[in-house]
């Protein structure tokens, strides 16, 4: 599967965005997807998945009811809106493919099989 991460940009402390996560292929619905994102200077940081079907989600702490990750499988497409958006949230966002992801090891990268390339968020003061 290719990965194609869209949708960042430059908000003000307080706003939303809402990235999208393109799949090709035919078995995105396989996949339990993830975000991650990597500050500058930092490490690669778990952000939200979400299982097979999007029953199951989970977050990080940090993005706990702010972020919202959902799935269109008839779209091939992850989506994570972004909410109430904090200078701290600034980062490449990467969405994730975990193929037949299952257990609790969604937030380890080594989990994921496919990365798409990263978008831009950056939040201003």
């Known amino acids: 599967v290719q990965l194609q991460a869209s949708g960042g940009g430059l908000v003000q402390a307080g706003g939303s965005l809402r990235l999208s996560c393109a799949a090709t292929?035919?078995?995105?619905?396989?996949?339990?997807m993830g975000w991650f994102r990597q500050s500058p200077g930092k490490d690669r940081d778990f952000v939200a998945a979400i299982s097979w079907s999007g029953d199951s989600t989970f977050y990080a702490d940090s993005v706990k009811g702010r972020f919202t990750i959902s799935r269109d499988n008839a779209k091939n497409t992850l989506y994570l809106q972004m909410n109430s958006l904090k200078p701290e949230d600034t980062a490449v966002y990467y969405c994730a493919a975990d193929w037949m992801g299952a257990g609790t090891n969604y937030a380890e990268m080594w989990e994921y099989d496919y990365w798409g390339q990263g978008t831009l968020v950056t939040v201003s003061s």
């Open positions: 292929g035919p078995t995105f619905r396989r996949y339990r």
